[in-house]
T-cell receptor, first 114, second 113 residues
């Protein structure tokens, strides 16, 4: 199994809603990532979890709250988002430490904030 | 701050032609990655280049890495329409570990019949 699975694929939410994006991998990878991608732009790193601990937070606003319940799961909790947060949110995973460092990406969750 | 620059950012070419996409980066990383993204889709890993002088080929695509020049190239040979996509290079700025990748702006490639 070489897949990173993200749900939901599409999400529409209002600015007062609370929702979550979910990501799952069963490749035994111990590093997981959230990236944000706006249209016609490159992916931008948001968070990195290594061995279930948050290792990188790229100054992301607190309305985005990551969670890594176990080595296979990664969540992104969303609250009080703004319309400019509308984007494709990509989850990725990799082996942690001493390897190729290749990231495997999920299909993404396309978020629209109204 | 790690910077990754790609050029060109947009390329329109005819089938059967050859072309090269360039990726320059600002750090001493020896790990460089090429990804492909189709419209509305996720990123597909194409090549992982892990050392100076590394060269990898898959079909009509060939990637190379010169860590001394901090330059990677993605060469397209005899382009076909199916290669139309956006191509990103990405760099990891440390020796492995979970540091994430920094992406270039991407090259939007259109191959016309």
């Amino acid at each position: 199994d070489t897949e990173v699975t993200q749900t939901p694929k599409h999400l529409v939410m209002g600015m007062t809603n609370k929702k979550s994006l979910k990501c799952e991998q069963h490749m035994g990878h111990r590093a997981m990532y959230w990236y944000k991608q706006k249209a016609k732009k490159p992916p931008e790193l948001m968070f990195v979890y290594s061995y279930e601990k948050l290792s990188i937070n790229e100054s992301v606003p607190s309305r985005f709250s990551p969670e890594c319940p176990n080595s296979s799961l990664l969540n992104l909790h969303l609250h009080a988002l703004q319309p400019e947060d509308s984007a494709l949110y990509l989850c990725a995973s990799s082996r942690a430490g001493g390897n190729t460092g290749e990231l495997f990406f999920g299909e993404g969750s396309r978020l629209t904030v109204l | 701050e790690l910077k990754v620059e790609q050029n060109p950012l947009f390329l329109s070419m005819q089938e059967g032609k050859n072309y090269t996409i360039y990726c320059n980066y600002s750090t001493t990383s020896d790990r460089l990655y090429w990804y492909r993204q189709d419209p509305g889709k996720s990123l597909e890993s194409l090549f992982v280049l892990l050392s100076n002088g590394a060269v990898k080929q898959e079909g009509r695509l060939m990637a190379s890495l010169d860590t001394k020049a901090r330059l990677s190239t993605l060469h397209i040979t005899a382009a076909v329409h199916d290669l139309s996509a956006t191509y990103f290079c990405a760099v990891r700025d440390s020796g492995g570990g979970a540091d994430g990748l920094t992406f270039g702006k991407g090259t939007h490639l259109i191959i016309q019949p």
